[in-house]
């Protein structure tokens, strides 16, 4: 359980909403609105999605957490005898209790380079499918899921994420990207890719809100026509569908009327940034390098628990030699203070 | 689409939350908390949810949404060749997209009488399989499922809940109550039915959030000890694990804590009581005679057209001759004002 | 359990197969074929029922029993939110388990007319869905279903299959139609559906082998582009692809090559009326009126228990006073000297 | 396609049944039977079974296929949020188009040590999840899927055996074995498990008929009592419970009467391993090395080429520097000559 009097890094959903969210739900609170999504907010949070998508041109949904958009697009998607190309350190993969399986898909799960998939590898498991003489024995590869930043925080660069659409392409593959954290991705260091580029590339993708500064919410991009046929009666039939949708739609116009989204999550890494450069400049590592609100470094159990007298942070595994991995993340609501706190303390160990 | 400058009786969820609710959601904005519901609030409001029970031998569980809890405990419940009895009335049978047959169950819809599931009909299912020479070929009836108060607003007796009760124990069946509109159903007019009855009764049943005044959200109250188990993968798997679980512990608690829940929702069936007087007064039939806050009136189309000037309210269908029904809801936030200019328009009709 | 000395009625599908099956077993028995259905039998058994059908445009599978048919090609057929449309007595919503359920979607029972489907209850189910303003809260009918005879031995005249044909054109529903017992259903007296007619209106079907003097096996004829696409990694995944597929093909092809499937089956059905005329000759009422091998006579108990002691027969469910349903099934194994017995006993009676 | 003239070696599947089979089958085609499993022979079939395991206290069902006893048994034995421990190279993981997935569960693939998932496998994947403090995060493993022999020939010892017991024992998991080859594994040359011991140490297995003599049909042993517990409502659900049942009891009772089963699966090993032995005196690479039918040689092109021109094989792979993956499969059918054709063949290369 968390502490008070702690510092917080251990995960970027531990607090409520930026203020602004709870102020615009306060100012409508009420109001009286439309049931199920088809209200006035969700309708303008569309609008403002996709002016920053420059494009009308996509559907757009809002649902309320991560693991419920994931399974309900890829039910969505394929057809039973259809399964997922991902990466084996994928979200869907590992930390969903088998929530696409139950929809009744299989995952074909592929080694990752630091956290991302790569083109290679879903080359390789859509031309075995492709090339087979006894495809009806095994599932066709249909769907591709990236996470964009990866689970390990490292995000695809705008070749990358080319290349892998260019297979998609040439197999007829949906791409989705799971933007839990898209924010923190699109304001990754060196990273090249815009909110343009993922949209282009991407066949459905979504953009986190429960990460990035709302109280929850995840608002779900579809693109390819066929994913947008019917998709309400998918949200319906998995639960996604939330009584007082308007909750939903405001939130997102409220972090995309004026730049919010993205001006919260940059400054997280910005943050992420110098809690890196302490941890570099104390020598100690960090697996892999991460650009974005999540720092996965390697201690030893003293650095750790110093450490921990102080602030919350996430043990994600053991590495040997009586080392750990941990992970601190930033988030929207991260100040400089608490960053500089931690930073004296790194370099203090 | 909702107009402003309009009084709203179109449902109970059209406008935000109480405003204690929102109250302690700023309040507690800035503090730092666990995720998926391992925290304080969703501890604390579990707490006082035992308390109304009269009883801690509960397991409680915050889901957002009345779809997602129903097909959540069913899935997690029923093997797969167990399937559901339940009124064709029902909302699981006719307004949620297939849910339960999604997960891969059987509902077997029953006639209702005003909405309600008789004993005599779930007593007929059990039966007919226990009593079956083949019973390999059809599927086991394994759960009832209520909702209280019906979807025609109707109440079950305490004498009728027992008698499915006594069922359910002769046929080991799990009863399941559906309580999306449970503050309503318990503050109805002559029910004789308490919290501690539907406790009592139930193996599981849920405590809307959502209808009642929260800003969203459904309390799971599981007794039967088999519902218990891991029930906490089950709602991670079907994407009903609020990251910020907090959010809807914090909700209960505020409801919960001094009786707010029991005082709003009384509130609103006392002001659904003088719709219905009014209607009852000018000999507009209604249909059923529901003692909760929806009231279904047939009106003419005459009067439908000058009541639809001021009000919102829903139409459920055409009545012939003419005629149609219509629900008039008052919610938690309905307020005397609202009702007082109703009940005069009703009279001038 | 079946007792020797008796004469069997009590169903279509308790002796091997016809005495030429067998031999076509036998005399390949030792050859060596290419599995999972990819054979010459398989083949030239497909290509007997194209010439039987007139048209060489159908894809033809050959799959070992009729639930797992049915539900194979539903689950093919419809995506998630997607449901079918059937009788109340169909085998489907009743025999199988749940089997369509299990798959993921809901059955829509209607109520039959002499155990048939009206296109009036298709064409109110379709017109609803397509009339609502909120279908996402509701499955959406594409798939309808038919038995060919129906569950109680009648057949759909032409003008009613059209009928039925005409609704699926107008709403694009699939029309499936279980064949389980299609020889017995095409040999129908005054029936004036033929097997073109079957292939003309539907866009999948069944032609019985179980029932109709095969060993074992239905063969499943498609239509429809759309249902024909990866139809075998269908089969595969719902374990609906026998290994030794060829089996299956042979049976098939012995039955169609010289019409021994139509003259068996046509045998049952003339034998069928003999019984039906000794029940009417005695007065003894038949319910409904079939004109197939399934004859549904109400008999009193001593009626029943005097025929019980030479002939099997199904019960199938108490009609009051002192009444019974049961069922007398000729196949294409029943012999003309069985029957005089039985009308010889029945007339006696 | 096979063509005539050739030898048969591309699998133990591609011919029909031992004559014994076929004659039972005629001897027994005019007399009645009692549908759906129910009958005399399923009984003596279930009798004789139970004998060769030394005792009473096993369910026996027939189903026709491997696939379908693989995914209705899993279906059968776990609840949604649980999942199957197995090779990767297992039948259920990699051909048979995710049917296991289809029916929602999850299946964890371990990597293979010559065919055979390990003890060491099943112990991690077990232990990961008991120490695991985000367990409902996670699917639970509950089910460890084995094949004797393995896809690639080979056979657990019994030592191996006992120890993947003892893990489930343990961590209280399933152990189910897939025997679609049982017979040739039990016959494996140096192979020190007993069918007495399989019934030891697993909960449920299948002795496959398909390939070991059979027309086709899979015996399924269940001794863990709570997988007996309705399993033919599962048959039935999943279209595995044949009308016809006697055929699949009868061939079971044929093969087992006498030890036929055991005979000719002892004598198709013994003629893979003059295969066997041919490769080796040729200098030719086998891999893995397997005591069983199936015989796996890395040939050059030219080699497969040769061999070719008489004897149909399987390509499994190809190996690089131009050489290729085939394999050789013996079954109860092998003749003698045909090897002694097929190892001066070798020879001669």
């Avoid at 057809?79 to 869907?92: G, K, L």
């Avoid at 080319?162 to 949906?174: G, T």
């Avoid at 940059?266 to 943050?271: G, I, L, W």
Wanted: charged share 20%; hydrophobic share 40%.
């Amino acid at each position: 359980m968390v502490q008070s009097g702690m510092i917080f890094f251990h995960n970027d959903y531990n607090k409520g909403a930026h203020p602004e969210i709870l102020r615009a739900l306060e100012n409508t609170n009420t109001e009286s609105y439309t049931g199920y999504g088809l209200d006035t907010w969700c309708r303008k949070g569309a609008q403002e999605i996709q002016k920053a998508l420059g494009s009308g041109d996509a559907a757009i949904h809002f649902l309320t957490g991560g693991t419920q958009v994931n399974y309900t697009l890829i039910a969505a998607a394929l057809r039973p005898f259809q399964s997922v190309i991902a990466a084996d350190c994928s979200h869907i993969n590992g930390h969903e209790t088998g929530a696409v399986e139950n929809t009744g898909h299989k995952i074909l799960a592929y080694g990752n380079k630091d956290g991302k998939l790569t083109a290679e590898a879903v080359e390789a498991a859509a031309a075995a499918y492709a090339g087979s003489r006894t495809q009806e024995h095994v599932t066709q590869p249909k769907l591709v899921f990236l996470s964009f930043p990866s689970e390990l925080g490292t995000v695809y660069s705008k070749s990358e994420l080319e290349a892998i659409r260019r297979v998609c392409d040439s197999y007829r593959l949906f791409l989705y990207i799971d933007g839990a954290r898209l924010g923190y991705g699109l304001a990754a260091g060196h990273g090249d890719v815009t909110l343009q580029d993922i949209f282009r590339c991407a066949d459905a993708f979504t953009i986190g809100g429960t990460k990035c500064g709302a109280l929850f919410g995840e608002a779900l991009v579809l693109k390819h026509p066929a994913l947008k046929e019917n998709f309400r009666s998918y949200m319906k039939q998995n639960g996604a569908m939330l009584a007082k949708g308007w909750l939903l739609g405001l939130q997102f116009y409220t972090l995309f009327r004026g730049g919010l989204y993205f001006s919260i999550t940059k400054n997280a890494v910005a943050q992420a940034m110098r809690i890196r450069d302490a941890f570099r400049a104390k020598g100690i590592p960090l697996q892999p390098d991460s650009p974005t609100n999540q720092q996965f470094a390697i201690l030893t159990k003293e650095q750790a628990d110093a450490l921990a007298e102080k602030y919350t942070f996430e043990y994600e595994g053991d590495m040997g030699g009586g080392r750990q991995c941990v992970r601190f993340c930033t988030s929207w609501s991260t100040t400089d203070e608490e960053v500089s706190a931690l930073v004296a303390d790194i370099a203090g160990l």
